[in-house]
């Protein structure tokens, strides 16, 4: 209707749009999309030339994802090339609170704290000449421009950015998840010390002799609240026949020295405790430094009530492990499963008890069965281990894990090991389509039979090869100067109003031009744009495409139409008058002869016409 409506518009002299877009119906039921250019010719006639820009609108539509992505998820986004950093995202700006411009100049290892900074130079230096470097991700110490380290989980992925390598990588805040670890560890240690054996009286005492931590068992079978028992010295709490020997333990205990158990009586609000007091001695440790030493001793007299505080500390302990949204695995010293919670096996898509005894080998992908036997080895030499692995699911799908593993000993004997299983499948995945929809972009830009260009301030940001071909100019040279150089003088103001225009949102048209090329041809172009954002700032993005053989094919055709005017009509239009004027002088058979030669010119002239207007000999 639109296409019918700007026809009949033309045909009746009226204004119509030269240039839009309409999208068309191939015969196998595809529909494209068209840019259409009309020109009206004289005697109601038009040509149009049709450019078929679906590539065009699906390149549009990548970039728009990509740059929508990349300015709203919360992961950062950057790119290095040539030791320096040439794009970064909002968040990677949060994160090291930088801004582009202040990133922009820096190399890429700057930012990494200094016992990293070596080796991160090294595997980055590599990636950017297009090695593989594994692993593709790993967690790093960076400063943010106010001082303060902060850790990122990183990866990376080698990319060609401008046609050459470069390195595309992601960087997420894990500094409070870092944080949470330690403290995690920390209270581990303590819940170890303090609870594992529970109930039982379980007292921190520090090298001065004051108390630094106690267990719930302690403040609930003495009837005390915390604050009236920490930082108090700890024979406070001794009935007093027995605090000269509590001392003495108390000095071998922080000494280091072996203690054999003993009994000392512990005074309760209401009632004193008879506590037996294991062999000793357990130093504990805060942030790496000894703090002071675990003293812990069983409530004889309430033995029963210790049984079921025992019960009910596995219970929250089992409740724990089962709530957790992390897999936790424990397999045996020949890599049984012995253990596993459901958030695990829900991962693997199997039942928790299909998992008990099975080999941790049977569901690990086959390309990573040498990577864990390496892991495994470093377990039983003592040493934990973080590194991704690739396990079957039951439906045989692959699953990508980042493995947390320790190893179990008893007796100094290695009893297998135990390890926290993150599922990151989906988040490998989306890396994976993140990395396929640049370069499909890309892609679909440099094979475009049109010039794709973006202008920021001026100034050439990108062009594909169809526009450095138009142009003569390479990419090095061309982000040197300024976009109106290459108009030609006579049109570079109605080409700079234009794309003001597009910039402040405007609805307009650009005009037919006239560019010049590096070696000074002058050739002629339409083109069309709009506003975008580019590397977080507002850009232009522009089409152009040449049309200097259509211009010269116009040319020919509009003197054509001259020549046969001038060559046809002219001498029958001579014809015709004295043909007329013989008419007005004779009568009877001589003047009918004439009027069969005038009908004859007639015909003569609907012919040329219908050869001017459509290239087609008939009357």
Not at 4 to 20: D, F, L, V
Not at 125 to 136: H, I, N
Not at 291 to 319: C, F, H, N, P, W
């Amino acid at each position: 209707q639109r296409m019918e409506e700007y026809h009949r518009k033309r045909m009746e002299g009226k204004e119509a749009p030269e240039e839009y877009e309409y999208r068309c119906l191939r015969k196998d039921g595809e529909i494209r999309y068209v840019r259409i250019k009309v020109i009206r010719l004289p005697e109601n006639r038009t040509i149009s030339c049709k450019i078929d820009i679906t590539e065009e609108k699906k390149a549009k539509e990548i970039e728009n994802v990509f740059e929508k992505m990349a300015r709203t998820t919360m992961a950062a986004l950057f790119i290095y090339q040539d030791d320096y950093f040439v794009y970064v995202n909002p968040a990677m700006e949060k994160i090291t609170g930088y801004n582009k411009d202040e990133l922009l100049k820096m190399r890429f290892w700057e930012l990494v704290r200094e016992d990293y900074r070596k080796e991160i130079m090294e595997k980055g230096r590599k990636r950017q000449r297009g090695e593989a470097v594994e692993p593709g991700f790993c967690e790093l110490p960076i400063y943010s421009k106010d001082g303060k380290e902060k850790w990122v989980f990183c990866t990376f992925a080698n990319i060609t950015y401008k046609g050459k390598p470069a390195v595309l990588g992601t960087a997420i805040d894990i500094t409070e998840k870092k944080r949470s670890e330690e403290e995690i560890k920390e209270r581990e240690r303590r819940f170890e010390f303090l609870y594992q054996n529970s109930p039982v009286f379980n007292v921190i005492v520090g090298f001065d002799g004051k108390i630094i931590d106690i267990n719930d068992y302690f403040l609930k079978a003495t009837g005390y609240k915390k604050e009236e028992v920490v930082g108090k010295p700890a024979l406070d709490f001794v009935a007093d026949y027995h605090k000269k020997k509590a001392w003495e333990q108390l000095q071998r205990d922080l000494k280091g020295e072996r203690t054999p158990p003993v009994e000392i009586d512990i005074i309760g609000k209401k009632k004193i405790h008879t506590v037996y007091f294991r062999e000793g001695n357990v130093m504990v440790y805060e942030k790496g430094k000894p703090v002071g030493v675990l003293i812990s001793g069983v409530d004889i007299t309430e033995r029963k009530q210790m049984e079921e505080a025992l019960k009910e500390s596995e219970e929250k302990y089992r409740t724990l492990v089962e709530l957790s949204q992390e897999g936790i695995c424990i397999d045996d010293e020949n890599e049984r499963i012995v253990f596993v919670n459901e958030a695990f096996a829900k991962a693997l898509g199997y039942k928790k008890e299909e998992l008990l005894g099975k080999n941790i080998f049977d569901i690990v992908h086959k390309e990573d069965m040498e990577k864990l036997k390496e892991e495994v080895e470093k377990r039983r030499k003592g040493k934990a281990s973080k590194y991704e692995i690739r396990f079957l699911a039951k439906d045989g799908s692959t699953k990508t894990f980042i493995i947390s593993a320790i190893p179990l000993y008893k007796n100094g004997k290695f009893m297998g090991s135990l390890s926290v299983n993150l599922d990151i499948t989906e988040r490998k995945a989306a890396e994976e389509k993140l990395a396929e929809s640049e370069a499909l972009y890309r892609a679909i830009a440099e094979y475009s039979q049109s010039g794709i260009f973006i202008l920021q301030e001026g100034k050439f940001k990108f062009a594909n090869t169809k526009f450095l071909e138009y142009t003569g100019y390479t990419m090095e040279d061309i982000e040197k100067i300024n976009y109106w150089e290459i108009v030609h003088e006579k049109d570079r103001a109605k080409i700079i109003n234009a794309v003001e225009a597009i910039m402040e949102g405007q609805d307009v048209n650009v005009p037919e031009f006239r560019y010049k090329k590096r070696d000074g041809t002058i050739r002629w172009a339409v083109g069309t744009g709009t506003a975008i954002e580019y590397k977080g700032k507002p850009a232009f993005l522009g089409v152009m495409t040449d049309i200097t053989e259509l211009k010269e094919m116009y040319e020919k055709e509009k003197k054509f139409i001259e020549d046969t005017s001038h060559y046809f009509f002219n001498p029958l239009c001579i014809a015709k008058g004295y043909i007329e004027l013989a008419k007005s002088r004779i009568n009877g058979e001589e003047k009918i002869m004439l009027e069969k030669a005038e009908e004859a010119i007639l015909r003569v002239e609907k012919v040329i016409k219908n050869i001017v207007s459509k290239g087609e000999i008939h009357e």
